[in-house]
């Protein structure tokens, strides 16, 4: 029996190539093995794939005392947990339990950052620039939902910026607000109605009124000084200035005041 030593692995990202990739040091050669994976690999999957690639490179040893380092918890623990949902760590598994037929394999947790000479030397392999291509690794389901949550946002607000209209809302929106469409959704029917009718302009103010052919002016009912819009109704009218202070916290307001404002501030 000879004892065969592999630290493992660092995983980094966002060098120059726009890269991640995870390394292992093998001790007993002195070889180090760096694998470019792509810039949509996760840090869970860099490191159990580094565990693989230990594993694998190692299937043609008999009768070693084999021991796999690594500073990953949830490496190891996925690797120790009888449930496995994803793919990469049972093909790991698998090569493991090849790899224990003629071995004594042991999977060892070392600390981070702690000064371990072949974990340093994997984390000092894994920071250098990643060439090549990646091997097929899949991509994470949360990495897919994040990457699809970024380009609907980056569409909404492209369709936001080129589309002409909009003059009312765009007093108060500067474009989709993930925070306010939460705090819409929770809303009550009528309570949706009305914030959309204060955003939009059309709500049952004089000014949309006149538009719509229901009253033949638009004049402020309750000062009688100008249209009564929303921009208007919550910041300008001198009738409605006491609930304006109590609600809001001031005699007057810009509409760009209003998003500062405590009624909006919580829902912005």
């Known amino acids: ?62 009768d070693a005392s084999i021991a796999i380092c690594s500073d990953s918890q949830a490496a190891l623990k996925a ?20 790899l224990s037929v003629f071995n004594s394999v ?19 392999a894994a920071t250098s620039a990643f060439v090549g291509p990646g091997p097929a690794i899949g991509i994470n389901m949360t990495t897919v939902s994040t990457e699809i949550r970024r380009w609907a946002n980056k569409e909404l607000q492209r369709v936001w910026d080129s589309t002409a209209g909009y003059r009312q809302s765009r007093l108060f929106l500067k474009g989709p607000e993930k925070k306010l469409a939460q705090y819409a959704l929770g809303l009550s ?14 709500a049952t103010l004089n000014r949309h009124l006149a538009v719509m052919k229901i009253r033949t002016d638009s004049i402020c009912s309750a000062c009688g000084e100008e249209d009564q819009t929303s921009v208007h109704f919550l910041g300008k009218c001198p009738g409605t200035i006491m609930a304006r202070y109590s609600i ?21």
């Open 189 to 202: 029917r009528q309570h949706l109605r009305v914030l959309t009718g204060l955003f939009t302009g059309h």
């Open 106 to 124: 042991r999977l060892l947790w070392v600390p981070g950052h702690s000064n371990i000479p072949g974990n340093e030397v994997a984390k000092q």
């Open 1 to 62: 029996m000879f004892q065969k030593i592999l630290s493992v692995l660092r995983m980094a990202r966002g060098y120059s190539l726009s890269q991640a990739g995870s390394s292992v040091h093998n001790r007993t050669t002195g070889l180090d093995q760096i694998m470019p994976l792509g810039k949509h690999c996760t840090v869970f999957q860099a490191e159990v794939y580094a565990i693989l690639t230990c594993a694998n490179s190692l299937q043609s040893e008999q």
């Open 248 to 268: 809001l916290g001031a005699n007057f307001l810009r509409s760009d005041e209003l998003r500062c404002r405590p009624l909006f501030s919580h829902m912005l």
């Open 79 to 98: 690797l120790q947990s009888a449930k496995t949902t994803s793919s990469l760590v049972v093909e790991t598994k698998s090569a493991l339990k090849r």
